[in-house]
């Protein structure tokens, strides 16, 4: 099924706003010992969230709005679902809500924070070779 010009369109600002969260990560951990490493932990979420959406673009399925990495996860065919351990994807969507703001949760390693980090990357690898090229640009 060929993919149509609107489709290329929605796929490539996905794409872009998943790639601006990963670099927002990935500059903020050079910051080492003065890390905020929930802000790192949230963009790593939201790079992860705007990925697995663009490929949902791609498949035509339909979306709400939602943090939920699972939710979208389970809304893609099992056969190009990106390797992420259901650990994983509660993880990430606890950083989408409850490490941006006050309250009772665990303060975030720096090492957390790189493995966030890592997650987000090995998401989008998974995703760009799925992706058709012309929405990647």
């Given at each position: 099924?060929?993919?149509?010009?609107e489709?290329?369109?929605?796929?490539?600002?996905?794409?872009?706003?998943?790639?601006?969260?990963?670099?927002?990560?990935?500059h903020?951990?050079?910051?080492?010992?003065?890390?905020?490493?929930?802000?790192?932990?949230?963009?790593a979420?939201?790079?992860?969230?705007?990925?697995?959406?663009?490929?949902?673009?791609?498949?035509?399925?339909d979306?709400?709005?939602?943090?939920?990495?699972?939710?979208?996860?389970?809304l893609?065919?099992?056969?190009?679902?990106?390797?992420l351990?259901?650990?994983?994807?509660?993880?990430?969507?606890?950083?989408?809500?409850?490490?941006?703001?006050?309250?009772?949760?665990?303060?975030?390693?720096?090492?957390?924070?790189?493995?966030?980090?890592?997650?987000a990357r090995?998401?989008?690898?998974?995703?760009?070779?799925?992706?058709?090229?012309?929405?990647?640009?």
């Amino acid at each position: 099924m060929p993919v149509t010009a609107e489709t290329i369109h929605v796929l490539r600002q996905w794409v872009q706003k998943a790639e601006n969260d990963l670099k927002i990560a990935a500059h903020t951990l050079t910051l080492g010992k003065e890390c905020p490493t929930d802000t790192v932990c949230f963009h790593a979420q939201q790079c992860v969230e705007k990925y697995l959406k663009a490929l949902l673009v791609f498949q035509g399925t339909d979306f709400s709005k939602t943090h939920h990495i699972s939710a979208l996860v389970h809304l893609l065919p099992a056969t190009i679902r990106p390797d992420l351990a259901p650990e994983e994807q509660e993880l990430l969507t606890d950083y989408a809500v409850s490490a941006r703001y006050p309250g009772d949760y665990e303060p975030i390693s720096l090492a957390e924070a790189r493995r966030a980090v890592r997650r987000a990357r090995r998401v989008r690898k998974h995703a760009r070779a799925l992706l058709p090229p012309a929405g990647l640009k």
